[in-house]
């Protein structure tokens, strides 16, 4: 790529407190030719608030394709783009994805990063573990959803979840992973009535009987840790292979990469079936 390179920008916006828009943002904003967003309603309120008067066009799931190449042509004529969205980091369950995977590679892309409810929450709740894996917005029918709690058992698993759904979704996860599973939350993140929870699922749906669940939630299952419980449930799947007639070495490649559990341990306990 060369200097002349067309150039997109992915702007991080803020989580609600005003204050998180960064310097680099508002100036990289002032200064581009067109400003993709989700709502135009939405981002000129916070737009103007920062003098920022460039033009606006609207960019969402159902228009991204044709948007896409509006955009591509604009930028080959050398006109600088900026996206982003209501809120946060587009493209961290936001549009913009479909934008930078067709322009990757042609274009110049560069973030400007800032605030995003995941990593916010990330940084402000007890983990004993770098690894996590986010989810986004988790399927709403139960059985899909307990399949995604199943396909992270072993990582802490982070979903954005809308007040509405949140009891029903820790009823599941009380359900499927049992009275005592661990999980956080964190509510109105950045904003004056900001909270964050962290215990078993059973105190965290008593605590939501009694307390306010409005606002904006961002939600932590965290990786089993029970290694019996673990070990049974490993066991159980070992014993459907088993009746296949896979081969103990080949039971531990397969659980190992679809569950994450560790080669030796699966194979140990294969072997002792
Ligand atoms: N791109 C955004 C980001 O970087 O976090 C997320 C966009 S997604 C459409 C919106 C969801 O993010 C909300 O429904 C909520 O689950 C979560 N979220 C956004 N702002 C939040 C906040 N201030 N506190 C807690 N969760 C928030």
């Not at 190449?69 to 050398?78: A, H, I, S, T």
């Not at 009535?193 to 932590?220: N, P, Q, R, W």
């Amino acid at each position: 790529m060369t200097n002349d390179t067309p150039q997109l920008y992915i702007v991080a916006t803020p989580i609600g407190n005003r204050a998180d828009f960064s310097a680099r943002a508002i100036e990289t904003l002032k200064n581009v030719d067109l400003i993709a967003c989700e709502d135009s309603r939405t981002s000129a309120n916070l737009l103007e608030n920062y003098g920022i008067k460039t033009k606006l066009s609207s960019y969402h799931k159902f228009n991204e394709k044709q948007r896409t190449n509006e955009f591509l042509k604009l930028l080959k004529d050398n006109k600088k783009i900026a996206l982003i969205s209501d809120a946060g980091t587009p493209c961290i369950s936001d549009p913009g994805r479909v934008l930078v995977n067709e322009l990757f590679g042609d274009v110049k892309i560069t973030s400007i990063p800032g605030a995003c409810a995941v990593i916010t929450f990330l940084s402000m709740i007890p983990r004993n573990t770098e690894e996590f894996a986010f989810a986004g917005f988790l399927p709403r029918v139960k059985n899909q959803q307990a399949k995604v709690f199943e396909k992270f058992i072993n990582l802490d698993t982070v979903f954005y979840e809308s007040p509405n759904r949140l009891i029903e979704t820790l009823e599941n996860i009380k359900e499927t992973r049992g009275e005592q599973a661990k999980v956080a939350v964190g509510r109105e993140l950045t904003k004056v009535f900001e909270e964050v929870k962290a215990g078993s699922v059973t105190e965290i749906i008593d605590y939501y009987k009694t307390h306010t669940l409005k606002g904006e939630i961002v939600c932590m299952l965290y990786a089993r840790e029970n290694t019996e419980e673990q070990d049974s449930d490993i066991i159980e799947k070992i014993k459907k292979l088993k009746t296949l007639n896979y081969p103990d070495k080949d039971i531990s490649a397969i659980l190992s990469t679809l569950y994450g559990y560790k080669k030796n341990k699966v194979y140990k306990l294969a072997l002792d079936l």
